[in-house]
């Protein structure tokens, strides 16, 4: 199973960013699907996390209100839509998939996890 994760890059604050996450070599559109993330120096966090029809989404107080969670199962593919970016979102994104979907916020129930992808937010 792979987990390719892609979109990050190099924005000005209050840029917009959308990342993807394309899952292969299993079919994983009954997992739950999230994104966390590790500044330098930091532990990893959760992000946003949006259940297996999309019917429930869930994100971190520090992004609420800024970033969108989606997925398309069609296309075993999920999205984070990352608007009015700040510097304190600058980091390393990964995506992840969770077979039960118990603890979305927690990394420890994710199954499958992406390579990473940069993030950085210049002021």
């Known amino acids: 199973v792979q987990l390719q994760a892609s979109g990050g890059g190099v924005v000005q604050a209050g840029d917009s960013l959308r990342l993807s996450c394309a899952a292969s070599?299993?079919?994983?559109?009954?997992?739950?699907k999230g994104w966390f993330r590790q500044a330098p120096g930091k532990e990893r966090e959760f992000v946003a996390a949006i259940s297996s029809r999309g019917s429930s989404t869930y994100y971190a107080d520090s992004v609420k209100g800024r970033f969108t969670i989606s997925r398309d199962n069609g296309a075993d593919t999920h999205f984070l839509q990352m608007d009015s970016l700040k510097p304190e979102d600058t980091a390393v994104y990964y995506c992840a998939a969770s077979r039960h979907g118990n603890g979305p916020r927690l990394g420890l129930y994710y199954d499958y996890w992406g390579q990473g992808t940069l993030v950085t937010v210049s002021s």
């Open positions: 070599g299993r079919i994983l559109t009954s997992y739950t």
